[in-house]
């Protein structure tokens, strides 16, 4: 099957500045994150029980995974394991567009969706 990200409903990300469209199937959802430039960053972390992979589709990303800085580019994959901390903390000049797949799925990422969020931030 494939996904035609265009006909799916946008949302808002974690920050300002970003957007967000999400899939989910019974064991793995993805989600389209698309961040300006100018996004407003504030450097906290958080964690969730979710495996996360993050695909770099475009632009330039700085990540904080367990107190490891890392640059991620077009290109780059990262993999953040269940339970770590981590969170992008900046973007390149032109902003960044990435995929977020995780296992199991983040269906708290999808449009209507009422339940508690599985981020964590202690």
């Known amino acids: 099957m ?7 409903p946008e949302t808002e990300g974690m ?14 959802s993805a989600v389209l994150v698309e961040t300006s430039a100018d996004a407003d960053f504030d450097g906290k972390l ?3 029980e979710n495996e996360q992979m993050l695909v770099m589709l475009k632009g330039e990303a700085t990540l ?3 107190d490891e800085i ?4 077009k290109g780059d994959m990262v993999f953040f394991p269940s339970g ?3 969170g992008l903390i900046g973007c390149g000049s032109e902003g960044c567009t990435y995929y977020e ?4 799925p983040r269906v708290d990422y999808l449009p209507g969706w009422i339940g508690k969020t599985q981020l964590r931030f202690d």
Not at 15 to 28: E, F, H, I, M, Y
Not at 70 to 73: D, L, M, Q, V
């Open 70 to 73: 890392i640059c991620a580019e």
């Open 46 to 48: 958080h964690w969730h």
């Open 15 to 28: 920050r300002k500045g970003a957007t967000r469209k999400a899939v989910s199937a019974d064991k793995l």
């Open 2 to 8: 494939k996904i035609d990200w265009t006909c799916l």
């Open 64 to 66: 904080n995974v367990d």
């Open 101 to 104: 797949i995780f296992s199991p």
């Open 84 to 86: 770590s901390k981590h």
